[in-house]
């Protein structure tokens, strides 16, 4: 079997309801899908890795509480920035919580560099399926809380 990393760069054709998700988290459901628990786990500590490092421009404000994502049982701090009507998220994150900076590298991946109105359009089931997938249902509700932070960072975005 290929690679789990390799499987998620490839072009999958996906029916998707509504058309709501981007193209690479439409891939990244339908691989997760597909690993079993080994590679999924494997999966998961690539993408942990992975994790960008926060820019210096937001390392001073990382302690701030408006930055902070407090329904997150582990301390995540999250920033975006608009280029061009293009979002871009940035967060801090421990590196002993792997299994959040693999979640929220997920995320990043797959939101950054979109317009704000796509962001927006993830469907509200998104995290929960894609925890179905990980078989990390326990860590649903942070990620939902960290989504519904990008998508208010959207709404602000559009709103500038």
């Known amino acids: 079997m290929p690679h ?35 590679q999924t786990m494997q999966a998961l500590v690539e993408y942990a890795n992975r994790f960008p490092e926060l820019p210096e421009r937001f390392a001073a404000l990382a302690a701030s509480e408006e930055h902070k994502v407090h329904e997150c049982m582990t301390p995540v701090a999250l920033f975006s920035e608009v280029d061009d009507g293009r979002i871009r998220f940035y967060a801090d994150v421990p590196r002993n919580a792997p299994t959040i900076r693999a979640l929220l590298s997920i995320l990043m991946s797959g939101l950054n560099d979109h317009p704000a109105e796509e962001v927006l359009a993830i469907p509200a089931d998104f995290v929960s399926r894609l925890m179905r997938n990980v078989g990390l249902s326990t860590r649903e509700r942070g990620l939902q809380a960290i989504l519904a932070r990008m998508k208010r960072h959207a709404r602000e975005a559009l709103a500038a």
């Open 4 to 38: 789990p990393l390799a499987l998620v760069g490839q072009a999958l054709v996906t029916e998707n309801a509504g058309g709501s998700l981007t193209p690479e988290l439409e891939r990244v459901l339908e691989t997760f899908s597909r690993l079993g628990r080994e």
